[in-house]
């Protein structure tokens, strides 16, 4: 999603609507680039100026989600792409592709 709006609530409402991403529409065009690049592939990508705040609010409703899914959604709010969280966690890329639809699901997103 590409937006003028960064408010928490409708972040978290976009994601839950099926949105794969969000960037505000004013962001860098580097930032943009990758967004679009990362949603091509099938991955999901938060604006980091956002990513926080949002990782907050998401939080407070992630009861049920794994240490190691709680690990993946806080690299994605902090604007990392899968494969960099995959490196950090040393896991695959498919296997956080996996435990992201994992914590979609348990927070009713997908």
Request: hydrophobic residues 45%; neutral net charge; glycine residues 10%.
């Amino acid at each position: 999603m590409l937006t003028a709006h960064v408010d928490e609530a409708r972040v978290v409402a976009a994601l839950r609507a099926g949105a794969i991403g969000y960037v505000r529409k004013d962001a860098e065009p580097e930032l943009l680039l990758t967004a679009v690049r990362a949603a091509a592939r099938g991955q999901s990508m938060l604006d980091p100026s956002i990513a926080g705040s949002v990782l907050q609010e998401v939080v407070g409703e992630s009861e049920g989600l794994t240490e190691r899914e709680l690990m993946v959604l806080r690299g994605l709010a902090h604007g990392r792409s899968n494969k960099k969280i995959a490196a950090e966690l040393s896991i695959g890329e498919e296997t956080v592709k996996t435990h992201m639809g994992n914590i979609l699901s348990k927070m009713h997103m997908a």
